[in-house]
Each structure stands twice: as structure tokens, then as C-alpha cells.
């Protein structure tokens, strides 16, 4: 009788720890653009958009990102119900002797020199929102995709917003509507992080 008591609370602690258990999913972030006079980080995968805020330095790091080369670090990106994402990406600056007027600008956007690699880093914590694209969005697209795992909970909703592109407007959710000229325009000048 114990045996078969004994099963049955392994079996439920088995089922109720799958059921609370996180899934993950792979992303693979293939476009960004910054959005300088709101503060947005428009970033893009093969079907879904990240609408995140950000801070002007920020902003002002990613567009640099066209002279300089990055190596981006993604963590700990999460997904709500309510398709509510946040995450932590950190820029580490590739090269290793970066001349000193370049290690200004960087700490002046608050890129900090890490003691035990001399290397400059910065991390930023972003929430925003996640969205399904309908149509082709004209973005140009990253020299390398990079892959990010989003935790979402078991009873994620596939239901969310919507970016809905045609050959002339960009529009978000029904409610922001872009210029897709000038939305094409402005992601090719922001190039790669």
C-alpha cells in the first residue's frame, strides 16, 4: 500500500514541477533600430519585434555600434502573460587598445573599464513590450544574427500586439504609425551591434 501511496506522490510533485517549470525560446535577433527622440529600441527576430525603452546614452552606444565593434551579451531575457519582456544586455568594446579619445567617449556614455580584463563595459537593464510582425518589415538586416533565450511561463499566450508592415507605413499595435521610408532609412544608418 505505501508503495503505491508513495508512486503517486512522486508522480504528482512530477507533474506539478513540469507545470510551474519555465520554457524557453530561442530568439534570433536579426535587426535593431534606435529611436533617439522617444528613447526606443526597436529590435527584430524571424517573427516577433521587442518595442524596448532606453536611455539616451544607450542609444547614443548602439548607434555608435556602426563605427565600433561590440560583442553583445543578452540575459536573462523574460516574457510575461501580458507579453511584458525584460532582460539585461551588456556591450563589451572588441578591441583591446582602443585609442584614448575613443575610452572618453565610451566612459562618457558609461562604459565602465573592467579591472580584471582592461576591457570597457556596458550593461543595461530594459523592459518594453513584444509584438508579432505581420508583412516585411524593410529593415536591413545584421551582418550575424544572435541568438537569445526568452523564458516565458508555461501558459504563455501566443496572443500579443501587433507590427503590421506595408510598402508605406510601419504600424505598431494600431496605435504608432511610421513612415516605412523613413523607418528603412534610419535602420541602415544604425548598422550592427
Request: net charge negative.
Amino acid at each position: 500500500m505505501y508503495k503505491y501511496i508513495l508512486l503517486a506522490l512522486v508522480f504528482l510533485s512530477g507533474c506539478t514541477a513540469s507545470l510551474w517549470a519555465t520554457n524557453y525560446k530561442e530568439e534570433s535577433l536579426n535587426g535593431f533600430y534606435v529611436k533617439s527622440d522617444t528613447k526606443e529600441l526597436f529590435v527584430t527576430t524571424t517573427k516577433t519585434a521587442y518595442l524596448l525603452g532606453i536611455d539616451a546614452q544607450f542609444g547614443e552606444a548602439l548607434e555608435l555600434s556602426r563605427e565600433v565593434e561590440f560583442i553583445p551579451t543578452f540575459e536573462d531575457f523574460r516574457l510575461d502573460e501580458k507579453n511584458n519582456v525584460v532582460g539585461s544586455v551588456t556591450l563589451t568594446m572588441k578591441e583591446k587598445s582602443p585609442p584614448h579619445e575613443l575610452v572618453v567617449k565610451l566612459i562618457s556614455l558609461g562604459f565602465e573599464q573592467q579591472l580584471s580584463s582592461n576591457q570597457l563595459k556596458l550593461k543595461r537593464e530594459l523592459t518594453g513590450k513584444r509584438y508579432i510582425i505581420e508583412g516585411e518589415l524593410p529593415l536591413e538586416k545584421l551582418e550575424k544574427e544572435y541568438t537569445i533565450m526568452v523564458a516565458q511561463p508555461r501558459t504563455f499566450s501566443e496572443t500579443a500586439g501587433k507590427v503590421i508592415a506595408t510598402p508605406a507605413t510601419i504600424t505598431i499595435d494600431a496605435v504608432v504609425t511610421v513612415p516605412a521610408v523613413f523607418f528603412a532609412a534610419a535602420v541602415m544608418a544604425a548598422g550592427s551591434p
